[in-house]
């Protein structure tokens, strides 16, 4: 199973995403540096994931702000090895594309996140799925045990791509072990489509559960900036 470091990304600073509770977040405390900026964590993050990719989330761009792209653009130039999985806020196909297009050479690296919470209505997701399919992750995203997903992503698996996060938002930096349930009733509806898990792993044995799971890969943050799993990278 391939580990995924995650970077919250909010007011151009590294955050510590807990349970979803966005307005909450603070910059980034991390054994792996002190400083807070994408550009000083993410090879660090690659680096204790032994991970050729990164995803961030783009926390502006998520709660209705502009996408920081001069931070992603920074990112691609420094990391030429590295692919990036970005949640940009996308609502609709046209949104997709826009940002594909801004990426020009770069758009082979980078894969966007559609996510549930985002898309607008059942149209919006249905269109950019449909328009997507090849080149983009569907998140399918719940809290507290509510669906984040006015599209109905949830109800509709003829809809979803070949790769699919099952993000539990109140798990992410709570430290209360992965939602292998949730995983599992989405297996049960899509055997064929690639899962990857979200949040909630403390240590090793979390790891060994969330594989044995059949999860593809696993979005990891706060286990890897506490030095609870992952290569000890801390020396330059």
């Given amino acids: ?115 549930s919470e985002s898309l607008a209505d059942a149209d919006h997701a249905r269109r950019c799925l449909d328009t997507h399919r090849t080149h983009c992750i569907l998140s399918l995203d719940r809290r507290h045990g509510s669906l984040l997903d006015a599209g109905g992503c949830h109800a509709h698996p003829e809809w979803w791509p070949d790769r699919v996060i099952v993000m539990t938002l109140d798990r992410v930096g709570a430290d209360t072990g992965p939602d292998l349930d949730t995983l599992h009733s989405v297996q049960a509806l899509r055997p064929d489509v690639q899962l990857i898990g979200a949040g909630g792993i403390r240590q090793d044995a979390d790891l060994q559960r969330a594989a044995a799971s059949g999860a593809r890969a696993w979005l990891v943050a706060s286990a890897l900036h506490d030095g609870r799993i992952g290569v000890d990278c801390t020396a330059d």
Avoid: K, N
């Fill in 1 to 115: 199973m391939q580990l995924i470091p995650v970077i919250d990304l909010m007011a151009g600073q590294v955050v510590r995403g807990v349970r979803g509770e966005r307005s909450a977040y603070r910059p980034i405390r991390s054994s792996l540096c002190e400083s807070s900026a994408a550009l000083d964590l993410a090879p660090r993050l690659l680096a204790r994931a032994a991970s050729d990719t990164l995803y961030i989330a783009d926390l502006d761009a998520l709660m209705g702000g502009a996408l920081q792209f001069d931070i992603l653009a920074a990112l691609l130039e420094h990391l030429p090895a590295a692919q990036f999985w970005v949640d940009g806020g996308f609502r609709d196909a046209e949104s997709v594309e826009a940002f594909r297009q801004r990426l020009g050479p770069h758009a082979a690296r980078v894969v966007p996140i559609v996510a």
